[in-house]
């Protein structure tokens, strides 16, 4: 069974940091694109970050650019996001996804997704 499992998320003054945390099991993590979507209420989903296992190719969303940086440890089945700098405007649910399509970064094509963990960034 495919599961993600999201963590990491909590409260934070603007100007501070979280690592956000996926765990993966039921598929072999190294042949998917994996990264993270953010939602806040009223608002579209957004894709924020995620890597391509098909050419290596990160994407980020220009709204967490320079801020964000994504990594993964296929052998501990894991992917996280550092996120710095943090914003009042990243509030947000974030989840977890995975897609089978080894070049899905950036096209927002996705199969599989995590719970969720809530960011809530004060000013």
């Known amino acids: 069974e495919v599961q993600l499992q999201a963590s990491g998320g909590g409260l934070v003054q603007a100007g501070g940091s979280l690592r956000l945390f996926c765990a993966a099991s039921?598929?072999?993590?190294?042949?998917?694109?994996m990264g993270w979507f953010r939602q806040a209420p009223g608002k579209e989903r957004e894709e924020i970050s995620c890597?391509?296992?098909?050419?290596?190719?990160?994407y980020y969303a220009d709204s967490v650019k320079g801020r964000f940086t994504l990594a993964g440890d296929s052998a501990k089945r894991t992917v996280t996001l550092e996120m710095n700098s943090l914003r009042p405007e990243d509030t947000a649910v974030y989840f977890c996804v995975a897609a089978r399509d080894e070049y899905a970064c950036g096209h927002a094509d996705y199969d599989y997704w995590g719970q969720g963990t809530q960011v809530t960034v004060s000013s």
């Open positions: 039921g598929f072999t993590v190294e042949d998917y694109a």
């Open positions: 890597i391509n296992t098909g050419d290596d190719y990160t």
